[in-house]
């Protein structure tokens, strides 16, 4: 089992940026995987950004790509979301979660835990 804790979200304006971190320890979180997902209220859960072991692969999604990086540091055990150019529709709950293997899916089931979520309020 891996654990996750998330920090770095808050209450934001529109263009303002945020980075989000993602502390992991536990069964060797430096070989696995890692995704950034996020869930609105009344929505479902979707993939914001995924990162395989060693960070040279990066997903985005369409609605992120050139504002979101992700990034992770295995010496520090710890993967980033940075977020540049926020608008009010990123606003959600932001998790950090762990893949089974080295390589990242867009698929919520390929993860096996998943960290508490952080809050990200952006206002217009």
């Known amino acids: 089992q891996v654990l996750l804790v998330e920090s770095g979200g808050g209450l934001v304006q529109a263009g303002d940026s945020l980075r989000l971190s993602c502390t992991a320890s536990?069964?060797?979180?430096?070989?696995?995987?890692m995704g950034w997902f996020r869930q609105a209220p009344g929505k479902e859960r979707e993939i914001v950004a995924g990162i395989n072991w060693s960070g040279s692969n990066a997903y985005y999604a369409d609605s992120v790509k050139g504002r979101f990086t992700i990034s992770r540091d295995n010496a520090k055990n710890t993967v980033y979301l940075q977020m540049n150019s926020l608008k009010p529709e990123d606003t959600a709950v932001y998790y950090c979660?762990?893949?089974?293997?080295?390589?990242?899916?867009?698929?919520?089931?390929?993860?096996?835990?998943w960290g508490k979520g952080t809050q990200v309020t952006v206002s217009s």
């Open positions: 979660a762990a893949a089974k293997n080295p390589n990242y899916s867009t698929y919520a089931g390929w993860y096996d835990d």
């Open positions: 536990g069964r060797t979180p430096s070989r696995l995987a």
